[in-house]
Structures are given as structure tokens and as C-alpha cells.
């Protein structure tokens, strides 16, 4: 689109199964008639041959040739809508029309603004009692944020993010934690292809003034807090930027359980180690909350035991290479890695930068390695660059030390770890500033 | 008869959306500059090769250019800026 602007007729070539989200986006930037082009999902894996062979073919969502499209799309005169665009003002109101509280829940679930499971409806003093757990102005805008790049940024106010919290059971006094999720930019739905999750570490003394667990059961269904606020923080991403709905504004061929929460509360008492947020530079009495967006798997293992070396590389090893590990260990692995030498996290974390390795050919030939890494390589980005010189059986990293997060998280039930999908961007916001 | 209550709108404020023209379109291809954008999707670049030998084979009175930004899902003012000054219409792609 912006090179029509730049006045160069253009045609965009999708899959067809990402017709419904391309008009949305055309129609959402002002240009609804912007040419479009569609050929079979997917590209990805076909041949040569079978690629001809679309170009050759029909387009799939029109039914005429694709070729067809191609051509009258660049040459075919302009009509009086595709000069003039489209304007429009989209508002949605603060207060919802009066009706019946069974017409309310039908309607939420009918819009999709729900997680389809039951929800606390949004009424005015249950409002009014969640803004008790701020300073902040109601009017005050919070931020924005959308399901992926493609979109638009839509805004938010601080009023908007305590009914989405109202929504999700939530108690005025995790507005603050709720609040620094929802200014931090980050969504926690995510349009994805790969169905990414928000992974979220929560730090600091706000852990034990609003009653959340990092003990025995921290990452499941266990503490008011910890599955509220992880509810809130999904409620509020998919209603303030805009929806997530499947074809349109979701596009996570899966889906993923993480996206239902995906809190990690640091068990900061009970680990050697200094705190996440302190390793990033925040002081002990602050609070925070970190978010990684990726959450594409989970690798479960026990230990340190005789053979952990093993265990962890063969572990490391099945990571995406795209997606580093948060590193979740309950105290006695933590510890029991402490007393293997492992005095500090980073000590643990660089050796798993070392041990972590794959055929370059194997790494290269990752799909979203490939998508993302292979052009920063060929433009001569470090440390891809060098990397792309090895030869295909060449065992290189694949990970840098700021890939990979360890948190200590458990309640010392059992030696256990897990290593779920991080994602290659961390975001540290302070909750404080929310109070 | 159920009470009416009333709640508040969950969702946040969509920013205003301006209309945006398309460019003029020349009345044929012959002899123009057509840019093949890579995308840089897994796979786009055998695709666009692959449409730049339909275009050798059936308009081959056409010049194609390849061209690619330098990241994936990263705006490229130079590769835009090329692609203005010498070129009469892009084809961009290709997807998932």
C-alpha cells in the first residue's frame, strides 16, 4: 500500500487463507480496493512445478486466472472508489445500550469478547471498584496495541483495561500488575501463523502484597491472582486492540493452551540466584512484570541427575532455535545446579549457549530461521552473517545469551524443570508506576 | 420480566482511518518496468522466480527486476525508493 501511494500501481500476492484478514487490513488503512491477488495455501514446501502451476492456474478466491488478476490489476483504469479510498470514523461507546444480564452475556459472547468461558459482566460499580486499585485517572491513556504488524494501533484508557479486568474476575488490587501488561505494547493474542503465546514473569514485593503463588502448583490453575491477572491480560489484549477472531484478526493455524495464561511468578526466596528483574537491572523492592512472546513449546525433564548434560542438550537441542527457552526451575533444581557450580544464572545460561547446537544445515533450514534470520544474514547482520559461512554439517550456536532465561518457580515438591518457548524480544515494564 | 442493567464496552478505540488513492494505471505493460517484490516468506523467492519466467515466456515484452527488502516484515525506504524511481508497477508476495 505504500507504494501506491508512492504512486507505483502494485498487486499483493497472498495465500488464500489469509484472504479475509487482507481486505480487513486494505479496508482498516483506507485503501479497501487495493489489488489483491491469491494462489493455494501454502507456498511453503512447494516445488518449482507446483508453483508454475499456481501461476498458471485460478485464483483461488475469485475463480478467474490468476494471471488474469496479476495483469488488470496493474493496467485496468482506476474506478471512483479506488481514487477517493475510504474514510471512516469507527467509535465504540463507553456504556453498553441497557438490556438483561442473559441478552449481556450473549451479546459478549456473540462479539467475541470473551475466552468463552463465564465472564464477571463489566457493570458500573463493579468498574468503579477496580479503579480503587490505581491513582491513575480513568481517562488516562494507557497505551496501544494490535494482533500483529499488519494492523492498526488501537488506544486505550486506563477505564478500559479495569472492565476488561472486571471481565476477568480480578480484584482491584492487581490492577497494577494488569495495567503495566496492558501498557507494555506487547499483546497477549498475538495474529500469529504460529500461534504465539505471552509468556509473563511476574518479580518484586507486588508478588506477596496481592497474594500471588510461586509455590506448589505456581504455573496452573491454583491462586486467584496468578489466573486472573493471566485472564485479564488476555481479555484486555484481544478487546483493546481490536478483536482476535480466527480468519480476521487471529491467524494461529493451532492455537495454543498458553494463551488461556501463561504466568510465571518467581519464587525469589527460595532461589541461589539474584531475581529475573534484578538480573536486568531493577532493584529487589521493585516490581515488575517481563513479557517474552512466543510460548511455542514445552520440554519437561528432573535433576540435575548423573546425566543431566544429556538431558538438557537433547532438550536445547529440540527448542526452536528461533524461540529460546525460558529456563523454569523449581528451587531444588536451582540449588542443585548452584552446587554443581552454577553460582549464578548466567553462569547456567551460557553454558547452554555452548552446549545448544545444530547442523547448520539443519538450523538454516528452519522455517522461521529462514524467514527472519536468512535476510539479516544475507545483508551482513551479525551474528547471522558469520553463522551462514558454516559448513552444512558444522555444529553452530543456536542461541546468544539473551535467548535464554532461567526462573526459578516450584514449590520444592519435586526436582522438576521445564523449558517453555521464550521468544526473541524481552519486555521489562515496571508495575510501581501503575499503583 | 429480568432487570435491565447496565455495563460498560470492552473494547478499546480503533484510530480514524483516512482514505488513501490508488496509483494511475498504464493502459498496457509493453515496455514498462514491473518489480517482483520478495517478500522474503519462506519459499516467496522460488515463487517470484517462477513468475518472472511466466512474464520471459507469455509478456516478454515486459522488463522484470527482482528486488527484496533488506528484512523480513521490516519497511525499506531504499527499496521503496528504487522501486519509484524506475519502476512502473510492483507485484509483491508471496505468503504463508
Known amino acids: ?435 | 420480566m429480568a432487570d435491565k442493567i447496565t455495563v460498560h464496552d470492552p473494547r478499546g478505540y480503533p484510530p480514524k482511518v483516512t482514505g488513501k488513492r490508488l496509483a494511475p494505471r498504464p493502459l498496457s505493460l509493453d515496455g514498462k518496468v514491473v518489480y517482483l517484490v520478495d517478500c522474503l516468506f519462506d519459499n516467496s523467492a522460488v515463487f517470484m522466480e517462477q513468475l518472472k519466467d511466466w512474464f520471459a515466456a507469455r509478456l516478454p515484452n515486459v522488463e522484470i527486476r527482482g528486488i527484496k527488502p533488506r528484512e523480513s516484515w521490516v519497511d525499506d525506504p531504499a527499496m521503496r525508493a528504487e522501486i519509484e524511481a524506475n519502476g512502473d508497477a510492483a507485484i509483491l508476495g508471496v505468503g504463508l
Open chain 1, 1 to 435: 500500500m505504500a507504494l501506491e501511494q508512492g504512486g507505483v500501481p502494485s498487486v499483493a500476492v497472498h495465500t488464500h487463507a489469509f484472504a479475509r484478514l487482507a481486505r480487513s487490513v486494505a479496508r482498516a488503512n483506507g485503501m479497501p480496493t487495493t489489488r489483491q491477488a491469491f494462489v493455494p495455501q501454502p507456498v511453503v514446501g512447494r516445488s518449482p512445478a507446483e508453483l508454475r502451476a499456481y501461476i498458471e492456474g485460478t485464483d483461488p478466491v475469485s475463480k478467474r486466472p490468476f494471471a488474469q488478476e496479476i495483469i488488470e490489476g496493474l493496467t485496468q483504469p482506476l474506478a471512483a472508489e479506488d481514487v477517493s479510498g475510504l474514510s471512516f470514523e469507527r467509535s465504540t461507546p463507553r456504556l453498553l445500550p441497557p438490556d438483561t444480564e442473559d441478552n449481556l452475556r450473549q451479546l459478549f459472547l456473540d462479539s467475541q469478547w470473551t475466552d468463552f468461558q463465564p465472564i464477571v459482566l463489566p457493570t458500573e460499580e463493579r468498574v468503579e471498584a477496580m479503579l480503587r486499585g490505581t491513582s491513575h485517572d480513568r481517562n488516562e491513556i494507557v497505551g496501544r496495541l494490535r494482533p500483529t504488524v499488519y494492523r492498526e494501533l488501537w488506544e486505550f484508557t486506563v477505564e478500559k483495561v479495569a472492565v476488561n479486568a472486571v471481565m476477568a474476575g480480578a480484584k482491584p488490587e492487581y490492577l497494577p500488575v494488569i495495567l503495566a501488561m496492558a501498557a507494555s505494547g506487547v499483546s497477549g493474542r498475538s495474529s500469529s501463523t504460529t500461534s504465539q503465546a505471552t509468556v509473563a514473569i511476574v518479580n518484586g514485593p507486588i508478588r506477596d502484597e496481592i497474594g500471588m503463588n510461586y509455590g506448589v502448583g505456581a504455573m496452573g490453575p491454583y491462586n486467584h491472582a496468578n489466573a486472573t491477572i493471566g485472564r485479564a491480560y488476555g481479555l484486555l489484549s484481544q478487546n483493546l486492540q481490536g478483536g482476535s477472531v480466527p480468519q480476521e484478526t487471529y491467524m494461529g493455524s493451532q492455537g495454543n493452551h498458553l494463551s488461556y495464561n501463561a504466568m510465571i511468578v518467581e519464587n525469589e526466596a527460595a532461589s541461589p540466584w539474584v531475581p529475573f528483574h534484578v538480573q536486568h537491572g531493577r532493584k529487589p523492592e521493585q516490581s515488575t512484570v517481563s513479557l517474552l512472546l512466543g510460548g511455542w513449546y514445552t520440554i519437561f525433564g528432573g535433576g540435575p541427575r548423573e546425566t543431566w548434560q544429556e538431558k538438557f542438550t537433547r532438550s536445547l537441542q529440540a527448542c526452536d532455535p528461533y524461540t529460546g527457552p525460558v529456563i523454569a526451575l523449581d528451587p531444588l533444581v536451582a540449588r542443585g545446579f548452584r552446587d554443581l557450580g552454577f553460582d549464578t544464572k548466567e553462569k547456567l545460561i551460557d553454558w547452554c549457549v555452548e552446549h545448544a547446537r545444530l547442523p547448520a544445515r539443519e538450523y538454516w533450514d528452519n522455517q522461521w530461521i529462514q524467514t527472519l534470520a536468512h535476510p539479516r544474514a544475507v545483508a551482513g547482520i551479525e551474528p547471522y552473517a558469520s553463522m551462514l559461512k558454516a559448513a552444512p554439517d558444522e555444529m553452530i550456536r543456536m542461541f546468544r545469551a539473551n535467548d535464554i532465561h532461567v526462573v526459578v518457580v516450584g514449590g520444592e515438591t519435586g526436582a522438576m524443570w521445564k523449558m517453555v518457548g521464550g521468544g526473541p524480544r524481552l519486555t521489562i515494564v515496571d508495575i510501581d508506576p501503575w499503583r
